[in-house]
């Protein structure tokens, strides 16, 4: 019916149908973070690297160059900056950036970071058949296991690309939580069809995400348009607000985008300015999210 009938010719059971299919449900906002903290702190790094330019089916040297530098700068500058602060965050990695670099992975995870799903090779859930979308996040995590020792219990999807099965891949392989979705600012649990899956949503939003400040394509008219100064105006504005509510400040970044001397220091200043707001939780997304689930 919705191939041959334009979205203003929608009957109300369609698109009702289309909004329930995935849904927030019940918000789990905790009274209290851990040790009394007024707010949480969910910083992420998505390991994308190489991927980003594969998953396009590109072999460009020059921008697998610009991956390598997310395995050989980007994340060094990055695990140096959280090891100093004594902060644990959370890294979403593609099976292929674990494949190519494995000793990456064991060393985020022996740094006691979070090591979770972002795809096989940073795929588009939303162009893929059901099967091999299942198969791939089966795969990706058994990758993950093997290589980081660790077994996944979140996902991130690939550009926060979400495919009318991925919850219910989710739900079906007993993940603890998603982290691609935006319905709000606090941890919600996830309905499929009106039903609750038990897996919860940790929210994202991309003002919240370095890359989309940073990006550049050189055969386009990509460019970066935000100085690394604004960019980081913008999430301390972000974290004060989430601050002052008593919630969560989550934060995307890329080793490959924010790994650079002009930029990482984005990151250690929103560490310095959340220690100066005081009573703050630094935890992983998996943390995050069972204490909410537990006390929300
Ligand atoms: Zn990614």
Redesign the pocket.
Known sequence: MSEALQPWQWPEEHWRGVVDHVRAGRSYQPKSWPGGARCAIALSF???HE??ELREGGESIGKLSQGQYGNRQGIPRILDILRRHDVRASF?V?AVTALLYPDEQRRVTAEGHEVAL??WI?ERNSVLPEPAERDLMLRAADVLEKTSGQRPVGI?T???DFSPATLAIARDMGLLYDSSLMADVDCYELLLDGTPTGVVELPVEWIRDD?VYFNMNRFAGLRPYTPPSDVFDIFRRELEAAHAEGGIFQLTM?PHISGYRSRVWILEEIIRHAKQLGNVWFATHADVVRHAKANG
Do not use: L
């Open positions: 998505d390991s994308d991927t980003n979403y593609p972002h795809g940073h991130r690939p550009s926060w890359a890329h």
